[in-house]
């Protein structure tokens, strides 16, 4: 079992920035790949970006690409998301999600966009965008 735990959300201005952290417990952090989602009131939840277990590797949704990074940290058992030139449309609670990958797979390997590839969810964390 691996236990998800989101926090840095809050309320910011567009234009603004914020990092979201996302600290893992219970397995071996390094054997999964992480991601964020998020989810928009009325929406459905949506991917937002990956990166590999060794952090070499990360892919993001279009609409947030050349503005969000994903770092981790595998020392600290954390990944992030930092998030600049927030927008008004970036509002909504975002998720930590992990998948496992076998240790004989390479580091690079990514999981993907779809939320079925994922294994371990966290609580989420309220992010708001003021105009």
């Known amino acids: 079992q691996v236990q998800l735990v989101e926090s840095g959300g809050g309320l910011v201005q567009a234009g603004g920035s914020l990092r979201l952290s996302c600290a893992a417990s219970?397995?071996?952090?390094?054997?999964?790949?992480m991601a964020w989602f998020r989810q928009a009131p009325g929406k459905e939840r949506e991917f937002v970006a990956t990166v590999s277990r060794g952090g070499t590797e990360r892919y993001y949704a279009e609409s947030v690409k050349g503005r969000f990074t994903i770092p981790r940290d595998n020392a600290k058992n954390t990944v992030y998301l930092q998030m600049n030139s927030l927008k008004v449309e970036d509002t909504a609670t975002y998720y930590c999600?992990?998948?496992?990958?076998?240790?004989?797979?390479?580091?690079?390997?990514?999981?993907?966009?779809?939320?079925?590839?994922?294994?371990?969810w966290g609580q989420g964390t309220q992010v708001t965008v003021s105009s």
């Open positions: 999600a992990a998948a496992y990958i076998a240790e004989e797979r390479p580091e690079s390997v990514l999981v993907g966009p779809d939320e079925r590839s994922y294994d371990y």
């Open positions: 219970g397995r071996t952090f390094s054997n999964y790949v």
